[in-house]
């Protein structure tokens, strides 16, 4: 069984050319000529966010792949503007690629590949006995394994990944590939970013914003 933090895979796009293109369309609407200046282009598209026309960044497309727990990922598929692509429990058997879970925020526990004995659990090869963990620390580590072997009992026994998928909880790791138009992440990250978000989604999605703002500026600076 392992343990494992949330993370981002960022596809980058040409933030050059979402520039160059945003402008040949955009300017379509004010029958304006496309400048040659870059300063000058980021302005245009300032503009049109500031005049909320925004109706024209959905020319371009950003795609990411997350890493994170599939009760995020059923957060993250709630925004209907999208494309997804997410790995899938009924085909892929975790008895032969281990069963991984993600990290929760409020857990001290380190990532790792972990197994767990009476006396206490084994780390990344090294043991520690269970006085050196908070007891909720334990008490989730130890849920965690029982839920790992039960699935990978229930395969031994005959199910089919896609029977035994039940018996996974929400913190499972998963995948999922997801593309939104310009327009749509926004609209996503002001959601999410939110206090009233669920913490573990905000987490990554604020690190998203902060990728988002250093790589597409005049897209995402002003959120």
Not at 70 to 93: C, D, K, M, P
Not at 146 to 171: S, V
């Amino acid at each position: 069984m392992e343990l494992v933090k949330q993370n981002i895979e960022f596809i980058a796009e040409d933030y050059n050319k979402m520039v160059d293109i945003i402008n040949l369309l955009g300017r379509k609407c004010y029958n304006s000529e496309v400048p040659d200046s870059r300063e000058e282009k980021e302005e245009f598209i300032k503009r049109l966010i500031k005049m909320n026309h925004t109706s024209v960044i959905e020319h371009r497309i950003i795609s990411v792949i997350f890493t994170t727990s599939r009760s995020v990922a059923n957060e993250l598929v709630r925004h209907r503007l999208g494309n997804y692509s997410q790995a899938s429990t009924r085909y892929i058997n975790y008895k032969k690629h281990g069963v991984k879970f993600i990290l929760p925020e409020f857990s001290t526990l380190s990532p790792g590949h972990y197994s767990l004995q009476d006396s206490g659990y084994i780390l990344n090869d090294k043991f520690y006995p269970w006085n050196t963990l908070r007891f909720e620390d334990a008490a989730y580590l130890s849920h965690l394994w029982d839920q790992a072997e039960f699935y990978r009992n229930n395969i031994i026994d005959g199910l089919k990944p896609e029977e035994a998928k039940e018996f996974l909880p929400l913190c499972t790791r998963t995948e999922i590939g997801t593309t939104f138009n310009i327009r749509q992440w926004r609209h996503v990250i002001q959601q999410r970013t939110s206090k009233q978000a669920y913490k573990p989604f905000r987490i990554m999605i604020t690190e998203l914003k902060e990728r988002f703002k250093a790589n597409y500026p005049c897209f995402f600076e002003d959120i």
